[in-house]
């Protein structure tokens, strides 16, 4: 659905990672945006750049309660804890979000006619036993595990939205994202780019979990933000895959952050989490085929870009720290 200039879009989760770039690409193109986030796991700071522009506007809720911001043109749904650790300590909410959540988005794309896509994730695969995954993989999950809190919400999700488009004919669309880093990546939320980068211009040991042989496929974030945007404006219902097909292994990631970091950092083995799955690849060849994408950005390239944001973000925590002192 081609997304009209004169309706607002609302962007949920907009105070993370992923939504706040979202908004500001949405901003870029010339729409109107209202972003929603209960600040659970995103920040005001995230949002930051995006303050003096007077065709966004921020609404603090929680999603999982129903809510309204008036008639909107378009949904993006992407709140929900989405790093390891901060799923682990937000696990009800993270299923909530995932059932009530979604349900409140679809709601208002229903009742507006508005277009959705949700942001479903690679984990739906779980440990996969296919490589690389495509979409008509249904995967292995660890229902009851420790991991079950997010891959079972994003699961629900899923079904919940293709409900939505059978039974109350939703525009609706499924992009399932692989590992993505880049700027505003939360600093302290444990995922692997972000504890290497800190790590490594602290000259901290890198902490390695398991032999560091299991394997990521690592998308930069405007790559991604450039593949969600044309799913949402396609004719695609089922689910798609958008991600870097070039797969690390954790170890060889690590190595990538020492050398565009220069940090003489150590490796230090830790043990794996329960559940980690040991391989991660998208098979994009439904992205190439249906939107004419594909990524642009390789890892060494996208550390570096990334660079510049965990530096400062280092520096700012010093300052806090200092000023905390004083
Ligand atoms: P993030 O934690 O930075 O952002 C998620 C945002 O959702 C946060 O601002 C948080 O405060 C908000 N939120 C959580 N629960 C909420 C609620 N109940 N009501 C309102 N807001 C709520 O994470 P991210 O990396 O930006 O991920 C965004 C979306 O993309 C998530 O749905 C995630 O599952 C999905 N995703 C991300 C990745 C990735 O690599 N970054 C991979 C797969 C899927
Ligand atoms: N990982 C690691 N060291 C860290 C953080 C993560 O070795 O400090 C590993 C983790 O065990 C997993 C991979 O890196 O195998 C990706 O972890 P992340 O939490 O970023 O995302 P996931 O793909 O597991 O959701």
């Not at 600040?39 to 603090?60: H, K, P």
Request: with cysteine; hydrophobic share 35%; aromatic share 8%.
């Amino acid at each position: 659905m081609e997304i009209s200039r004169t309706q607002s879009i609302l962007v949920t989760g907009a105070a993370g990672f992923l939504g706040s770039h979202l908004c500001q690409a949405l901003l870029a193109e010339g729409h109107s945006v209202v972003g929603v986030d209960n600040l659970s796991t995103g920040r005001m700071a995230n949002l930051a750049e995006l303050s003096g522009e007077s065709r966004f506007d921020f609404v603090e809720t929680d999603i999982c309660q129903p809510f309204d911001v008036g008639k909107v043109g378009y949904v993006f749904n992407f709140a929900s804890p989405a790093s390891p650790a901060d799923y682990a300590r937000l696990g009800p909410e993270t299923l909530y979000v995932g059932s009530y959540g979604t349900r409140h988005a679809l709601e208002i794309a229903r009742r507006h006619a508005a277009g959705f896509l949700h942001a479903s994730t690679s984990e739906c695969y779980g440990d996969p036993d296919v490589h690389p995954q495509n979409e008509s993989y249904w995967g292995r999950v660890n229902p009851i595990g420790p991991r079950s809190v997010y891959d079972e919400a994003k699961r629900f999700s899923e079904a919940l939205v293709m409900a939505f488009h059978r039974y109350h004919g939703v525009d609706t669309h499924l992009v399932r994202i692989f590992n993505t880093y880049g700027p505003r990546l939360q600093p302290t939320d444990g995922r692997v780019i972000s504890n290497f980068m800190i790590q490594a211009l602290l000259g901290e040991d890198l902490t390695v979990y398991g032999d560091g042989r299991q394997t990521r496929s690592f998308c930069f974030v405007s790559d991604l933000i450039d593949g969600i945007l044309r799913l949402s404006r396609s004719s695609e219902h089922l689910p798609v895959n958008i991600g870097n097909p070039e797969e690390w292994t954790i170890l060889e990631c690590a190595r990538e952050v020492l050398a565009v970091t220069g940090s003489q950092s150590k490796i230090r083995y830790e043990p794996l989490p329960q559940d980690d799955p040991m391989q991660r690849c998208p098979d994009i060849s439904k992205a190439k085929r249906l939107l004419g994408w594909e990524p642009k950005i390789a890892l060494r390239r996208g550390l570096e870009l990334s660079l510049p944001y965990f530096r400062s973000s280092l520096a700012q925590a010093g300052r806090h720290a200092r000023s905390g002192q004083s």
